[in-house]
């Protein structure tokens, strides 16, 4: 497949890292920055072009007529768009997905007329976008799915959210802190159903057995039916009290969304800096309160006494205000502290210390990214542990004759070294890793690789032969 990426910057080279391994990809990049592409095409098989990405003349120079599938993702929601309508209307490119930044551009809505030749009625439409990431919104449910657990430290929704996978940190006082994994479901109802498919004991990686034991301080990843994860929390980790009251640092496009979907929930305090945006917030929110003013301003945070808050959230722009600003509220008293950071090695310093959770956009995008051009029918990708594994969820197809997985037990699969089922959604009805079933066309399964290398033999295995076409 020939692949032309729009933007070198951190999430167009972490997309091309992961489609150069595969060897029938020819990936070429555009940048407007020279040294940035420099360094990525000395570091990967691609081909690199320095110019503006929505020129047409750029685009052809770079192979445009020949593309299968172009991804737009620079920083300029208007370079994306622009240059996924020529993509369209110019050279024929049969796929074209933009990273869309601003909320409103994915959400407005266009009039329906008989002449309309697309099937979505919006923006994005008018520029013959495919498909669109947001990473505003994906934001807004990460941070949200984290509101609803007071002891979670990562939510994914999975089967249309009947399912969701949760991580936390097992500690001592939890019903089954202590116990082997194969008694577990001895202290849990019986209709109580989970699977722990992961464990990481000081930043180790252990693939559980029957025979594992969770330790206090153990960081436990499981999956289970949305209605039983606050049991199994409780479980894992004596859960605290519920969060009532959230502050939020920074009032742009996330922290606005965020603000707007809990605030009926909860009791939303929100500070934005510039008096202008505090305004309009204040006339576009229902009950949140508005504060005009910085997240690093320690009198500000006293006065508004941050001590009492359950969940501080950093969502500005800056990586550095967000670290200030949490730091602060942390030793203030905060409860819990979230921050956005966009440097992957803030991230790696910051997790699990002073900050309780950082949120990184750029791998939350990728995720997204992934699971539209993956092979096979793949319904979400998401990296876990700052992208060392990911978590894959996909639907499965065809028969015994055109399928090597369907009407086979997975255990008696060889699936890649790496790559394991965490779990299996037929009908809305969830089969943990531990039950012998026979997978069936339409099933999701639900796979933990903690090796990316094998995503590519993953895919091969999910793939139907022609003859079920």
């Known amino acids: ?46 081909q690199t072009l320095v110019g503006n990405a929505a020129s047409p003349t750029v685009l052809a120079a770079a192979g445009a007529e020949d593309t299968d599938l172009l991804l737009a993702l620079t920083r300029s929601d208007e370079t994306n768009l622009v240059a996924c309508s020529l993509a369209k209307h110019v050279f024929n490119i049969p796929a074209r997905i933009a990273r869309v930044r601003h909320g409103d551009i994915v ?11 697309e099937s979505e009625h919006s923006v994005l439409s008018l520029f013959s976008v495919s498909e669109s990431i947001c990473p505003e919104q994906l934001i807004t449910e ?23 996978m949760v991580v936390t940190r097992a500690q001592t006082g939890g019903l089954l802190v202590g116990r082997l994994l ?48 606050p049991l199994i929390l409780k479980e894992l980790h004596p859960e605290s009290k519920p969060a009532k009251k959230i502050m939020i640092a920074g009032g742009g496009n996330i922290g606005f969304r965020l603000a707007r979907q809990a605030e009926s929930l909860f009791d939303i305090k929100i500070i934005e800096r510039n008096p202008k945006r505090a305004d309009w917030l204040s006339e576009n929110l229902s009950s949140a309160l508005v504060l005009s003013g910085s997240g690093t301003d320690e009198n500000l945070l006293s006065h508004e006494h941050v001590e009492e808050i359950d969940v501080f959230c950093a969502l500005t722009n800056d990586d550095e205000d967000n670290i200030m600003s949490g730091l602060l509220a942390k030793n203030f008293g905060a409860n819990r502290v979230i921050s956005i950071v966009n440097r992957s090695s803030y991230v ?13 956009p750029h791998l939350t995008t990728i995720g997204s990214i992934l699971a539209h051009i993956r092979r096979g029918d793949i319904v979400a990708v998401h990296p876990l542990r700052r992208g060392e594994a990911e978590i894959i969820e996909a639907v499965v197809h065809g028969d015994r004759k055109t399928s090597k997985i369907i009407g086979r037990p997975f255990s008696q699969i060889k699936w890649p070294h790496g790559c394991q089922v965490a779990a299996v959604v037929r009908d809305d009805v969830f089969f943990g890793g531990h039950h012998e079933i026979e997978l069936q066309e339409g099933d999701h399964v639900i796979f933990f690789v903690s090796r990316r290398q094998v995503v590519h033999e993953l895919e091969k295995m999910l793939q139907v032969k022609l003859g079920f076409f």
Do not use: W
């Open 1 to 46: 497949m020939r692949i032309l990426i729009l933007g070198g910057g951190q999430v167009g080279s972490t997309v091309a890292k992961n489609l150069v391994t595969q060897a029938d990809n020819a990936v070429t990049v555009i940048d407007i920055d020279e040294a940035a592409l420099k360094n990525l095409g000395e570091s990967l098989d691609i």
């Open 107 to 117: 959400e407005y809505g266009l009039p329906e007329t008989a002449d309309d030749e």
């Open 142 to 164: 990460q941070l949200f799915g984290l509101f609803q657990y007071a002891t979670a430290l990562q939510v994914l929704n999975f089967a249309h959210g009947t399912v969701q």
């Open 182 to 229: 194969g008694e577990i479901h001895d202290d849990l109802p019986d209709e109580v159903d989970c699977q722990i498919f992961a464990i990481y004991r000081n930043d180790s990686l252990i693939l559980p057995t029957s025979q594992t034991k969770l330790i206090h301080g153990d960081e436990v990843f499981f999956l289970a039916p949305q209605e039983h994860v």
């Open 348 to 360: 790696d310093l910051l997790q699990g210390n002073t900050i309780d959770i950082v949120v990184s």
